[in-house]
């Protein structure tokens, strides 16, 4: 069975820019999130979605946003880049809503290099 | 989200057992302790998990203590495979969520 897959692995961006990430789930997968990692913040939640819903969304600024697809992919967005927005971006997937014994799957992620 | 604590890092002797502690004095009846562990160059994997009793599966063994306000994940035998930072996560029943809070986690390194 895929895992959770994430598309491009790496890219480079100049300042106000934006980027969009893709990520397609495990297939059967409803939940996806995409979480940021930085060296000196570590690894932050950045949302949830499911079936196609916003269901929880991290601190981050309105220029992050994302989206769900009616198959499950997902994609993220951020606007106007900021040279801080330099990280590894992960997505994982989870078979249902928020049950706290669900095994969370992630992607390899995406390495955005801002400059 | 309640909070984890951790080492920021341990060493290993191959094929030795690694005792990984957490503490979790703040967890509430409903938390599960989950552990997740990020490999070099890669995205976190699921490790094991549990509420109050000690769990075994293929990788890892997670002892409980009886307050439930500490854990330690045991690797019974390290492999140099087994380098990684090990993140110690609470999740709510009571949220519906599935985001993670990721502490600090302790950077495992495993000596040949």
């Known amino acids: 069975k895929a895992g959770v897959t994430q598309t491009p692995r790496y890219l480079i961006k100049t300042r106000g820019q934006q980027v969009t990430l893709s990520c397609s789930p495990i297939?059967?997968?409803?939940?996806v999130s995409w979480y940021q990692q930085t060296p000196g913040q570590g690894l932050q939640f950045l949302f949830e979605?499911?079936?196609?819903?916003?269901?929880n969304k991290g601190n981050f600024p309105g220029r992050f946003s994302g989206r769900q697809f009616s198959n499950s992919r997902s994609e993220m967005n951020v606007s106007t880049l900021e040279l801080g927005d330099s990280a590894l971006y992960l997505c994982?997937?989870?078979?249902?809503?928020?049950?706290?014994?669900?095994?969370?799957?992630f992607g390899e992620g995406s390495w955005l290099t801002v400059v | 989200d309640a909070k984890t604590t951790q080492p920021n890092s341990m060493e290993s002797n191959e094929e030795e057992p690694v005792h990984l502690p957490c503490n979790h004095s703040t967890i509430s009846g409903t938390d599960y302790i989950h552990w997740y562990r990020q490999l070099p160059s890669q995205g976190p994997e699921y490790v094991i998990h549990g509420l109050t009793s000690n769990v075994n599966n293929r990788m890892a063994s997670l002892a409980i203590a009886e307050d439930r306000k500490s854990s330690t994940l045991i690797l019974h035998r390290a492999t140099l495979r087994d380098a990684a930072v090990y993140y110690c996560?609470?999740?709510?029943?009571?949220?519906?969520?599935?985001?993670?809070?990721f502490g600090t986690g302790t950077r495992l390194t495993v000596i040949p």
């Open positions: 996560i609470l999740r709510d029943t009571q949220t519906g969520a599935n985001n993670l809070f």
């Open positions: 297939s059967g997968h409803r939940s």
């Open positions: 994982a997937s989870s078979l249902a809503e928020g049950r706290p014994t669900n095994t969370i799957y």
């Open positions: 979605y499911f079936s196609e819903t916003q269901r």
